[in-house]
């Protein structure tokens, strides 16, 4: 294999492994968001009792947990594509080929916008529900014993964790995409 097939390879694995885990993470809050229906389907449309509704907080824990780590391995799949692949790109491509997505003007001027849109709805989405079925189960956070009043407490300390997850990768992609080199597409055509 000669350099231009290494590079050809490595940047398609790295794009593919990127498309790949945004369905992974787009998959996981569909499930969520199923599983979540089904949960507040039961408690509210039959006769079994609303405690089923304090398992929540711990899918979200997990849904939250899952869907981050997607959400940090694709922002450093696109800081790979975009620095660590850029000078072997620039050697091998003609000058007039088009900037990559990654370091795109189109993507500079979006990338905050994305991020926070992104982030206020992983918020809402896994966060809401938890909340919803603590508010519902509230008499357990006081006046329960063993198991639901520990359930509660334990559900509400997931549902903060699950904010302090979201809240955390937030942050973590916003610094990465602000260290990146972008590059002015002006720039590029006039090489």
């Known amino acids: 294999m000669n350099k231009l097939e290494i590079v050809k390879f490595y940047y398609q694995g790295a794009r593919s492994e990127l498309i790949a885990r945004l369905q992974i993470r787009d998959n996981v809050l569909l499930l969520y968001l199923g599983a979540m229906g089904t949960l507040f389907g039961i408690a509210i449309g039959t006769a079994i009792s609303m405690n089923v509704l304090l ?61 926070s849109l992104r982030s206020w709805g992983h918020f809402i989405l896994i966060l809401i529900p938890a909340l919803a079925a603590l508010a519902m189960n509230w008499r357990h956070a006081i006046f329960s014993p063993f198991p639901e009043g520990i359930m509660w407490w334990f559900g509400a300390l997931c549902t903060i964790l699950s904010g302090w997850i979201i809240a955390i990768t937030h942050l973590w992609r916003a610094r990465l995409y602000d260290k990146r080199n972008w590059v002015d597409s002006k720039l590029m055509r006039d090489k």
């Not at 799949?77 to 900037?99: F, G, H, N, R, W």
């Open 55 to 115: 398992v929540i907080p711990f899918i979200a824990l997990g849904a939250s947990i899952i869907v981050s780590q997607h959400n940090i391995i694709i922002g450093t799949i696109a800081t790979y594509c975009a620095d660590e692949m850029q000078e072997s790109l620039d050697e091998l491509a003609p000058k007039d080929c088009p900037v990559q997505w990654e370091l795109s003007a189109s993507l500079h001027e979006y990338h905050r916008k994305s991020i």
